[in-house]
């Protein structure tokens, strides 16, 4: 009984919309059949690329390094700090350092802990020695201002340089 219901139900509302008076529309169709089209751009040129042999008899292989490079591939590669690959990664080595925000200190048993807000809002509680952001940053200190830290960066050479940087209280760095 309720599906007849809404069954001659929908066929009055349809019958309501149904409007005989389509000059308007017939009009601006009309209109624009009658516009002049709009011309369509050339096709670009496509200039032929010129064409090289490599005959590799006596030249090197343009895909390894030169010697004087791989040298200093080499010394740059075996010399200076490296981050550990067996060190399991810490919860806010994940993050990027300059998302991360110092909101406090806390000295606990004659130890100063930091207190470093992750974007999400956690907050976690950190001390000299633990790692965080994404360069292998170590925290080397903490006072009640700063988390001061030693990040590890690749010098384009297969080494890493020690760059400093810190965390201020209530900044992202």
């Known amino acids: 009984m309720r599906k007849g219901c809404y069954i001659v139900l929908a066929v009055f509302l349809l019958a309501g919309c149904e409007n005989h008076d389509m000059h308007d529309l017939e ?8 516009r002049p089209p709009t011309p ?3 096709i670009p040129q496509i200039t032929q ?3 090289f042999l490599y ?12 010697k004087e490079i791989a040298d200093v591939l080499q010394e740059s590669t075996e010399e200076g700090p490296r981050p550990d ?3 399991r990664k ?7 350092l300059d998302s991360l925000k ?19 809002g956690t907050i976690h509680r950190v001390r000299v020695g633990n ?7 170590r925290i080397t200190s903490i006072d009640e201002e700063h988390i001061n830290l030693v990040e590890l960066i690749p010098n384009g050479r297969g080494g890493y340089l020690e760059r400093q940087a810190s965390l201020a209280l209530g900044e992202r760095s």
Do not use: C, S
């Open 131 to 137: 790692h965080l952001g994404q360069n292998y940053g």
């Open 40 to 42: 369509i751009d050339p």
């Open 49 to 51: 690329a010129e064409t």
């Open 85 to 87: 690959p067996n060190r």
């Open 90 to 96: 810490e919860e806010l080595e994940f993050f990027p």
């Open 102 to 120: 110092m909101v406090g200190t806390m000295n606990r048993k004659g130890t100063m802990w930091g207190l470093v807000q992750t974007p999400d």
């Open 55 to 66: 005959i590799g008899d006596d030249r090197r292989d343009p895909f390894e390094p030169t």
């Open 27 to 34: 009009n601006y169709v009309a209109e624009v059949k009658a």
